[in-house]
């Protein structure tokens, strides 16, 4: 079985079995499951609904590794309705037999001359604990993607040091760090075994040197050293997963002809796999 998975994050307005056998023909075994009504997932459906995407994913060999929800801890008081989401996310997650939940911290702001409130670590620290002893009373584990002001393994080792919960991880989004400065050993040196998940991605620095987000490529064709960042997380003994977080919702320069996922994922396979992932 492949070590390849993918969010089903570009694929809002398909059909969950659409889905799943593009997975299976473009050779993928795993998928995450991105929330909300475009993706046909969502905390409000009912236990029948639940009981026919398990059994959907079962027929497909499709694992559900985690529920990508939009849950974003700022340390505020905006936490409170977040963490109430977060159940329920996080009893979703039980009922289709995903591994984890993803989360956020921090503000999403692209620019280093932007203004950002101040993140209370405390705050964030005492709800990421609640999160992860109301995930582990499920069986589900707590998360934590590497972004915004949280995108370095130096930053989230301390985290998780301070939030001592076994249930709470790390997904390595592998271009975030960089885009902070923190080179891949460093990253994969502080974080070792907490990385629950890799999310896959390339792209090259805008040249605007205030722009915190790079320019996405394609697989392979940015500046990314994908194949360091392989070997480093082998010798570091990450048996994971290898999943294409593809966003074309959010970026418009994956917003154009032969972009598209049906073009995308069967190349990102064949890439991977010449990289005996």
């Keep these: 079985m492949s070590r390849l998975a993918f969010s089903t994050l570009p694929f809002g307005g398909w059909s969950l079995k659409k889905i799943a056998a593009f997975a299976r023909e473009s050779g993928f075994s795993a998928l995450e499951l991105r929330e909300g009504e475009e993706w046909s997932i969502t905390v409000d ?3 029948t609904e639940r009981r026919e995407v398990c059994a959907l994913f079962d027929a497909a060999g499709l694992n559900v590794l985690d529920i990508g929800s939009n849950v974003c801890l700022k340390g505020r008081d905006s936490d409170h309705a977040m963490s109430k ?7 979703l997650a039980h009922d289709l037999k995903a591994q984890g939940v993803r989360i956020f911290l921090g503000h999403f702001n692209d620019r280093r001359d932007n203004e950002v409130p101040e993140i209370s670590c405390e705050s964030i620290i005492v709800s990421i604990r609640q999160a992860c002893d109301y995930a582990a009373s499920l069986g589900v584990q707590v998360w934590i993607e590497t972004h915004n002001e949280f995108a370095t393994g130096r930053i989230l080792r301390k985290l998780l040091h301070d939030v001592d919960r076994v249930n709470c991880a790390i ?7 960089i885009e902070e400065g923190e080179a891949p050993a ?13 999310h896959m991605k390339d792209g090259v620095p805008f040249v605007d040197p205030m722009k915190i987000d790079w320019e996405y490529k394609k697989i392979g064709e940015g500046a990314l050293p994908i194949g360091n960042i392989i070997s480093l997380l082998n010798q570091a003994g990450y048996k994971g997963y290898y999943s294409l977080e593809w966003e074309t919702k959010w970026r418009r320069e994956l917003q154009v002809p032969g972009m598209e996922p049906e073009a995308i994922f069967p190349d990102y396979v064949d890439y991977m796999k010449a990289l005996s992932i």
Excluded: N, Q, W
């Design 45 to 47: 459906m009912s236990s």
């Design 85 to 91: 989401h977060f159940e329920k996310v996080a009893r």
């Design 171 to 177: 997904i390595y989004d592998i271009i975030h760090p």
């Design 186 to 198: 460093d990253t994969i040196a502080h974080l070792g075994d907490a990385c629950a998940l890799i």
